[in-house]
């Protein structure tokens, strides 16, 4: 008898660029994507899907409320825990974690500590420490770009695809944190319990990637 598994889905990009692999699994909606509802069977026997906010895939993971979760390496950074195993990266919704701002702008002036705007605190503040720096720290969620050029920031990380948008406001990237891709997690007790069925779509999820790539 077929294992049952709850796979948890990130809404927005990474749903967007998985469509050709979750396609090709099998690991679609039966009745199609509904806004309404977030808890979906799949055309694949055995597999219901969660369409969640990616911020919200770490802890559905690691809690079991979800057997395997896609979600991109900044969400992971961000959350942590030790209750995620981390087999594969998918290898696509790429970017990269940056350090940016207006051109010139010295963040290590020394006459006070550089503010710094990111949906991401723990992973700018733990960068910016191993580098020897204390940091002010703003968080937002969204429109980081306006932040250094209105002076609410000396600084932003965020993600950066192309870098157009950064381009546009005429900011430039200081540095690169870290290069950012979409990871497959599992849930530590599932993969014990439901070894089997865990790794079946683990390795089936490493067969379409590579075929894809």
């Known amino acids: 008898m077929t294992q049952a598994l709850t796979i948890a889905l990130s809404k927005g990009r990474i749903l967007e660029d998985s469509q050709a692999i979750l396609g090709q699994l099998g690991l679609v909606p039966r009745e199609g994507l ?8 799949s055309q694949a026997e055995g597999v219901d899907l969660l369409v ?18 896609l ?10 825990g030790s ?8 290898g696509i919704a790429r970017c990269r974690l940056v350090v940016a701002g207006l051109p010139g702008t010295n963040l290590r002036n020394g006459r006070r500590r550089p ?26 969620y969204g429109s980081m770009e306006l932040a250094p050029l209105v002076g609410l920031a000396d600084a932003i990380v965020d993600l950066v695809a192309t870098g157009n948008t950064l381009r546009a406001n005429g900011l430039v990237e200081y ?7 979409t990871r497959l ?3 530590k007790a599932s993969l014990k319990m439901k070894h089997d069925a865990v790794m079946h779509w683990v390795n089936r999820f490493r067969e379409a990637s590579e075929a894809l790539a």
């Not at 605190?121 to 968080?139: C, M, N, S, T, W």
């Open 34 to 41: 509904n806004d309404r509802l977030l808890r979906l069977p």
């Open 83 to 90: 209750g995620l195993f981390e087999p594969l990266d998918l």
């Open 115 to 140: 503010r710094i705007a990111t949906k991401y605190p723990l992973i700018a503040r733990d960068h910016f420490a191993r580098k020897g720096g204390q940091v002010e720290l703003i968080k937002l």
């Open 71 to 80: 979600v991109g390496k900044d969400v992971l950074m961000e959350y942590g």
């Open 175 to 181: 540095e690169t944190i870290a290069e950012i891709s």
């Open 52 to 69: 969640i906010r990616p911020s919200d895939v770490p802890p559905y993971v690691e809690h079991g409320a979800a057997d395997i979760g």
């Open 185 to 187: 997690v599992v849930n």
